[in-house]
């Protein structure tokens, strides 16, 4: 589940919010299982914090950040697992040899297989290393039209398909 | 103002000395006052672990209903959610 998917849900003038809101609801009773990686709850954060500043102003600082933790109080409510790639390993390319997180070796190299920015392959790499380990996940949901329109590639990397959350919630039979 | 008793080694009450007669601070008392309220605002990550008990204790009081209705204010507006979060990605 990409970050966006938690966004619309909150976010009543979406476009995806009536699908989003009734994967959420069926997330919150348990009915359907999600994973996310732990870089959500920061994109979370970081949007809550920005649009909040947006629409309210810096007047009372304070309540921005309460808007920020009640958000990822109410993210937390939904029942994801978040998927976090522990560790850290040898990387070597010429002159360069130095250990580092598991996400950034596995992002690395993704970035020879794809075109992708930097956090959009943290995600991706951290979406195979979930399929790795849990072979019941059925797809990857995402509002995102760019990586939408690379589905058929990702789909082949990750092992599972990328689908809009129309296509998901229309997929599962979700009313 | 209150009165803080602070036992402090001979070479910090020297230093202090020497600062008071290039007269950086006015007397010994003005400043410890200045030195301790600067490292307060250097250092916010100090109180940090309140300020996030008391956030957390006050996001609990919010209501699902009262934060409904303030995210469909803050997160309003003409980009998606894809878009917003794309932001944050460098695009």
Known sequence: MDTNVFISALKSDDPYHAEAGRVASRLRKGEIQAETSTLTLLEVASVASRLYHRAEGSKDDHKRKTFVVKTLKTLAGLGIRFVHMSGDTPFAVGNIKTDMPNVFNESILLSIQTTLRTLDLMHVAAARHAKQNNRELGAFVTGDTELLRMKAQLSRITGMPFLSPREYVIDMGLK | ?91
């Open chain 2, 1 to 91: 103002m209150e009165i803080l008793n602070v036992k402090v080694e001979k070479d910090t009450i020297e230093k202090l000395e020497r600062l008071i007669k290039k007269k950086a601070y006015k007397n010994k008392s003005e400043a410890v006052r200045k030195m301790l309220e600067e490292h307060f605002e250097e250092h916010p990550e100090l109180f940090g672990h309140d300020e996030l008990q008391g956030i957390l204790r006050e996001a609990d009081y919010m209501s699902d209903q009262q934060f409904e209705k303030l995210a469909a204010r803050v997160f309003k507006g003409a980009k998606t959610a894809a878009q917003l979060v794309a932001q944050g990605r460098d695009r």
